[in-house]
Nanobody, 124 residues
Framework: QVQLVESGGGLVQAGGSLILSCGAS????????MGWFRQAPGKEREFVAA????????YYADSVKGRFTISRDNGRNTVVLQMNSLKADDTAVYYC?????????????????WGQGTQVTVSS
């Protein structure tokens, strides 16, 4: 059974940094685009960042552009979200997801496999 497992969440002060990691248990990991989403209490799950199958193309939500960086290591079946200059508004559960195509996808409906989520809390 294919799984995505996130790690790296936690509590950080505003202005700080965190690195989220997502590991995939499948040999075909490198054929799919990957993404990160987040969901704050009482809000819809929203797109954060996406990366194409080979890492050549990335895309970010305006709210995180310039602060977050998505990358992937296909040899290790891992996708990473580097988060810098964190704000209280970044507080949410962060989810890793596998796209249904090899390219960039920005909506929830373009992803068909999700991790369990990892909590990120930014204190102001």
């Amino acid at each position: 059974q294919v799984q995505l497992v996130e790690s790296g969440g936690g509590l950080v002060q505003a202005g700080g940094s965190l690195i989220l990691s997502c590991g995939a248990s499948e040999r075909t990991f490198n054929t799919y685009g990957m993404g990160w989403f987040r969901q704050a209490p009482g809000k819809e799950r929203e797109f954060v960042a996406a990366i194409s199958w080979n890492g050549a193309t990335t895309y970010y939500a305006d709210s995180v552009k310039g602060r977050f960086t998505i990358s992937r290591d296909n040899g290790r079946n891992t996708v990473v979200l580097q988060m810098n200059s964190l704000k209280a508004d970044d507080t949410a559960v962060y989810y890793c997801a596998r796209g249904i195509t090899a390219g960039i996808s920005t909506t929830r409906f373009q992803y068909n496999l999700w991790g369990q989520g990892t909590q990120v809390t930014v204190s102001s």
